[in-house]
């Protein structure tokens, strides 16, 4: 079961004399300034036989008289998520218990980020060589159309601030539920929170970190790993005094995955966002990077140009993404690519590597740099 937080429109209907809800998804919705939860069970062969439930919603005011062996149909809204993720993470073993927080990009309706979820579970939680076992969907109102990218930028915008608004309650759970070295009410699973976002979903990540960076609290370091894949974001972003500057201090370690011959970022440098972009250049300055903050070039997994020089070698990239994921990677990511931590076998090794924790310059496939903060990818 996989857990999908969305500000998207809840539809009300009544059946047999009960109220049913479900997620609007008409390509028209706007960023609501509230959340709600639901799950997805995958069906294992026929996408259309998924089943998306909502929680029933309430709203939280303290975590503090949880008890951890409460009824999970007995508390809702993030109580219920909350609870469970601990418990799964509790039970699993050290190998394969993380839980990974996604949150997808741009031109993706609700029927989109299904596939996607679908996608996720294949390649990492389904996967024996990856240590995330629980996803956390964030299902923000991207319109699903490319002429609406304006909008999705304003809907980005109130989502990472919805979004920094849940990471504080999250850590109201961790500081109630837990309780101090002194007065330990629950003891901690010995697995991590990973999060990760792909495209524009690292716009969203920027307006999260600065809602977080307004806080009076002291910052808390909830994340192990995150993953800024194939950002569409200004290349910017990390020097002082932008946002993401400071993620350092909610997070273990930073990744920045970026292809220069994304195709996707460089229409959106070249028709939407006139400043280079972080998934295709790299960060402004490697020199201002702050603490623990890597980059991951994968610009030589393709031949020059971005496109694909031989059908033999097109032939081995389908192959070997098929042998992953279960399906050959799509034309769009061979022509573009903007997606290869779905499809392509060396970065797909390469963010799991990362989420088990493995040292910056310890990571197989990877070639150093004179930049102690660059590493490059190539064809394995």
Request: glycine residues 6%; hydrophobic residues 35%.
């Amino acid at each position: 079961m996989i857990y999908v937080v969305t500000n998207r429109k809840i539809d009300t209907r009544t059946e047999g004399g009960r109220v049913v809800e479900t997620i609007h998804n008409d390509g028209e919705e706007t960023a609501r300034p509230v959340f709600r939860i639901a799950t997805v069970d995958l069906h294992p062969s026929d996408s259309k036989k998924d089943v998306v439930s909502l929680v029933p919603d309430e709203y939280v005011e303290s975590y503090e008289n949880m008890e951890s062996d409460v009824p999970l149909d007995r508390v809702f809204g993030t109580r219920r998520m909350f609870l469970d993720l601990y418990r799964r993470m509790s039970e699993a073993p050290e190998s394969k218990g993380d839980t990974l927080v996604f949150l997808h990009g741009f031109q993706y309706s609700f029927e989109a980020s299904l596939e996607h979820i679908r996608k996720l579970s294949q390649v990492y939680l389904e996967a024996k060589d990856c240590s995330v076992a629980n996803l956390v969907y964030f299902s923000w109102p991207s319109a699903g159309s490319l002429t609406d990218y304006k909008d999705d930028q304003v809907d980005a915008i109130e989502s990472g601030k919805l979004l920094g608004r849940l990471f504080r309650k999250t850590r109201q759970f961790f500081l109630e539920f837990f309780g101090s070295k002194e007065a330990k009410r629950n003891e901690f699973c010995g697995h991590q929170i990973h999060l990760a976002a792909h495209s524009m979903g690292n716009q969203v990540l920027t307006h999260m970190i600065h809602e977080m960076n307004h806080y009076p609290q002291e910052p808390f370091s909830l994340f192990g790993e995150v993953l800024l894949l194939n950002a569409d974001a200004d290349w910017n972003v990390f020097e002082p005094g932008q946002p993401l500057h400071r993620l350092p201090e909610y997070c273990e370690r930073t990744h920045i995955y970026n292809h220069y011959s994304d195709d996707a970022l460089w229409i959106s440098q070249h028709t939407k966002n006139f400043m280079k972009r972080l998934g295709r250049h790299g960060p402004s300055s490697l020199d201002t990077l702050p603490p623990r903050t890597k980059v991951v070039d994968g610009s030589g997994l393709k031949a020059r140009g971005g496109k694909v020089a031989t059908a033999a070698m097109k032939d081995r990239f389908a192959v070997k993404a098929a042998e992953i994921t279960g399906q050959k990677a799509p034309t769009r990511e061979r022509l573009m690519d903007h997606w290869g931590y779905l499809y392509r076998p060396e970065v797909i090794a390469d963010v799991k590597a990362v989420l088990a924790g493995v040292g910056s310059t310890s990571i197989a496939g990877r070639t150093a740099t004179p930049h102690p903060n660059l590493f490059k990818l190539t064809d394995a």
